[in-house]
């Protein structure tokens, strides 16, 4: 899966190409200087309804700790520049920096740190940074990525394996359905015996034989 490809397919702009900052009435300047964007930064992705903002960084090129403390910071000056702005408003609780590294296993812990935006730490293939590739087991960190339904279809090998080892004899699964059988309860010397009668236990010793 292509990552930038996911995020077009599901009604999302990048505001760094042409004027969809403008058209979303976001001002860039707030968030970096134009003439020196953030090498870290490759894309910020805003929703079709304006309510999510999605800062796409390179994890290989800092350490997590450090690249989220400094784009959260960021973050922060530009909602507090832009308090009053009804565009921004929308935003300010749905700002997520989805961190892509290529190589070894980063530190996660800041996935949990939601106090200025929420963090998702994903691995991808970032040989071409304007088509990222990322695996299906990771897609599925997005909170838009829809799984496919052929992914979630029943197992039909799996199915015909489970009737198999349902009883065909229609006695033993009469003994299956509580409201259909009840269990004698007979007490003896002061012990409540709760069993089935000898002809039900041989039926279901030779089905757990079969």
Sequence with gaps: ??????FKKNGYKDILVGDVACEYKIN???IFDLDHKPETLLSIFISDQKDELFFLLDGDLEKIDSL???WDERIRVFTIINGKSEAIHNLMYNIVQLIVYSEGIPDRSQESNLLISRKIILKGDMKNKDRIV???GEAIELPF?????????PDGEQMKRLSQLLPE???????MEKKRKRVSRN???NIL??????????KIKGWLKR
């Design 169 to 175: 004899d229609e006695g033993l699964l009469a003994l």
């Design 1 to 6: 899966m292509i990552l930038q490809e996911e």
């Design 28 to 30: 860039l300047e707030d």
């Design 134 to 136: 990322i695996d299906d």
């Design 193 to 202: 015996d709760k069993s089935f009668g000898e002809q039900d236990y041989e």
């Design 187 to 189: 007490k003896k010397d």
């Design 68 to 70: 989220c403390d400094y």
């Design 145 to 153: 990525h829809m799984i496919p339904t052929d992914a979630i279809e």
